[in-house]
């Protein structure tokens, strides 16, 4: 949807139409934001749930999560009607930074360039609910910190947060870019911090009770008591803290993991050097 040009397609009051994206919507005078305009939306996570039939895309650049239908058909999907939700191609829901459809400002914003939005698998405590990394760049309500959260969709904008991560000393979990997390069978949950490599995981009541750090650069294995050099990633304003053993996400696999039936495991090289 657009508010800017009245003779052309699509336009009407934005803050009325939370189901649609503001096609204007272009932050690059939010600290944090990319340089790339055609980079405009910048999708860097995408799930599907079958019990729903929906599908989540994280866009990092509108620091928001957004459901869409997945049962629509195309020409459905390039309208307002029909599907399962009878409602085309319109968002389901949408929930992290209300100024990007001029629902609200800045001020009302919950996430900050976040990354890797989930609905946690059936069987998994908390199944169903929405888990995602937050980066927490720039937070408007002070210093930039990362969280972990877990959250119920609750309307336009509007969600229930059932749990959250959130370091002792905030600022100490930080990553700016990248980064993920992952609920597990015990409940805990292992989260990624992307920019600094490092893996760890927390239980219910925030307490870290294992991680590591990934040795792994461009040039090959660290040695376990090195620490990995500092690099800048071209492209992002004033990225901080970003190490070269950066790590995108890390996903934990059980033995008993279906991909793993029929197969070898063969031990390789090592990935650290003494």
Known sequence: MQQRYPTRPNYGIVGLNPQLVHLNYVPLSVPGADTHIADWAHFNSIDYNPALDQIIVSSREFSEIWVI??????????GHVGGRYGKGGDLLWRYGNPASWNGGTRANQSLYFQHNAQWIDPGLPGAGNI????????????????????????????????????????????????????????????????????????????????????????????????????????GLNRLPNVSANITFRSLRYAPTFAGFAGKTLTAGSPIELP
Request: aromatic share 10%.
């Open 131 to 234: 888990l995602v990394f937050n980066n927490g760049w720039f937070r408007t309500n002070g210093p930039s910190y990362s969280s972990v959260m877990e959250i119920q969709p609750a309307g336009y904008g509007r969600a229930r947060l059932s749990w959250q991560y959130v370091a002792p000393a905030p600022a100490s979990f930080f990553a700016a870019i990248v980064s993920g997390a992952q609920r597990l069978a015990n409940g805990n949950t292992l989260i990624t911090e992307g920019t600094t490599g490092r893996l760890f995981e927390v239980t219910r009541t925030r307490a870290i009770v294992w991680q590591y750090v990934n040795p792994m650069i461009r040039t090959g294995p660290l040695a376990r008591s090195a620490v990995p050099p500092p690099i800048q990633v071209s």
């Open 69 to 78: 239908d997945h049962s629509t058909t195309t020409a459905q999907a390039a």
